[in-house]
């Protein structure tokens, strides 16, 4: 052991001890480091995994919600859908009143013409009714009505018979054995 002797082995002696320790540090700080970066991964795994499952959460919270937006939208769809129906139906209601209406109406225009028939058919049988003057048709009212004064004020009568001026063409001989001429009044 001559390395041993004297001063110069006094500090290979230390030489080799420094770099042991150096080497033992060296160590040391590696291992600190492996386990500095080790927990630092696991907390960063740690904070991944709590961090996915609040994405999770917030996730599952906004499927919900789009599934109850979802539904909103398709009752909001189906009211919508009702609503058109039901106008729809309304619209179909209104053409069948307006059908209905327009049969009514020709109803009643038949009614109407066949009365008028009905009253032109009893002026022509009527005896009391002078179908030939002038296509004037209503209520018969004998001449001598009309000159009485009781039935004048009550009856309305032609202009011409009110002046008591006009003579009728069938009565100009009032000496003669005809029977009584009625007039036909109809308000004018």
Do not use: C
Request: glycine share 6%; charged share 35%.
């Amino acid at each position: 052991m001559d390395y041993l002797d004297g001063n110069d082995g006094r500090w290979a002696f230390m030489d080799t001890m420094a770099w042991i320790w150096v080497i033992v540090a060296i160590v040391v700080v590696l291992v600190i480091i492996g386990i500095l970066v080790a927990v630092s991964t696991k907390r960063r795994r740690r904070l991944a995994e709590q961090q996915k499952e609040q994405d999770r959460g917030r996730a599952a919270k906004l499927r919900d919600e789009g599934k109850a937006g979802e539904l909103d939208a398709r009752d909001r769809q189906v009211a919508a859908d009702r609503t058109a129906a039901d106008a729809e139906q309304a619209a179909v209601e209104a053409e069948r009143l307006k059908l209905e209406a327009e049969r009514q109406r020709s109803a009643a225009a038949k009614d109407a013409q066949a009365s008028q028939e009905k009253l032109h058919e009893a002026a022509e049988v009527d005896p009391d009714v002078d179908a030939s003057s002038s296509g004037r048709q209503g209520r018969a009212v004998p001449d001598r009505a009309v000159q009485d004064p009781a039935v004048r004020e009550r009856t309305p009568q032609d202009p011409a018979t009110q002046e008591g001026t006009a003579q009728d063409p069938v009565t100009e001989d009032p000496g003669s054995q005809a029977p009584a001429h009625r007039r036909t009044v109809d308000g004018s």
